[in-house]
């Protein structure tokens, strides 16, 4: 534990250290929030992992928890290195938004774990069997699910700030626009100019690309 503490401080005095003065303090949230998010991860699947064995052997937790904390450091280099520059962290997954990567692994979690919980019961209930053993396995089968569905949600589903930025680059109409309330100016915008020809065999249609350098629009 003192060697994953140690490995902890330093990655944080890098990335602490590294960071612009005005960025370090979301360093220092983003690597706090992402650690601790880890631990209780990593602290849950240790004990859905007992549940699976049924067993009373606290190792599966103390694992759990050491592979937690790393995760959640390397979480948090993640998301300070693919943090636009000047912007607060911000990602929106399937059920819930957050400001680090982490919490929605870890919402995840929990939630397979309670949907897992209920499952169990119900299906002790109808074959008559103690409901205690539902809330186990159930728990712990729905906690690593939710887990695997955390792990989809927050790196391939997930929107964060850069996917923000470009959706907004790309549904520009102009490179540079200004947006008031009854004008709309843009500049450098692409168009395409059609051009048709007709002869005595043929009509053609001739479509030359354009670069369009100012448009104006006010609505009165």
Do not use: H
Not at 46 to 75: C, E, H, K, W, Y
Not at 136 to 148: E, P, R, V
Request: hydrophobic content about 45%; cysteine-free; glycine content about 12%.
């Amino acid at each position: 534990m003192k060697r994953i503490l140690l490995l902890i401080t330093a990655l944080f005095l890098v990335l602490y250290l590294s960071s612009p003065q005005q960025s370090q303090a979301q360093t220092a949230q983003l690597l706090g929030g992402n650690v601790l998010n880890g631990a209780l991860t990593g602290t849950a699947l240790g004990a859905a992992t007992m549940g699976l064995q049924n067993s009373s052997d606290f190792a599966p937790l103390r694992v759990g928890l050491g592979a937690g904390i790393l995760a959640g450091a390397g979480l948090a280099a993640y998301d300070i290195a693919t943090l636009p520059k000047g912007q607060e962290f911000f990602i929106s997954g399937i059920f819930n938004d957050g400001n680090n990567s982490s919490v929605i692994i870890l919402l995840d979690t929990f939630y397979g774990a309670a949907g897992g919980a209920v499952l169990g019961s119900a299906v002790m209930l109808i074959g008559n069997k103690p409901i205690v053993d539902g809330l186990q396995y159930g728990s712990s089968i729905g906690a690593w699910a939710g887990f695997g569905l955390g792990l989809f949600d927050s790196f391939i589903y997930a929107e964060r700030n850069s996917d923000f930025v470009s959706s907004k680059l790309l549904n520009r109409s102009s490179l540079i626009e200004f947006d008031g309330k009854n004008v709309e100016v843009g500049l450098l915008s692409p168009d395409m100019i059609a051009q048709k020809s007709l002869d005595t065999t043929e009509l053609r249609y001739n479509y030359s690309p354009a670069l369009r350098m100012i448009s104006f629009k006010a609505n009165f």
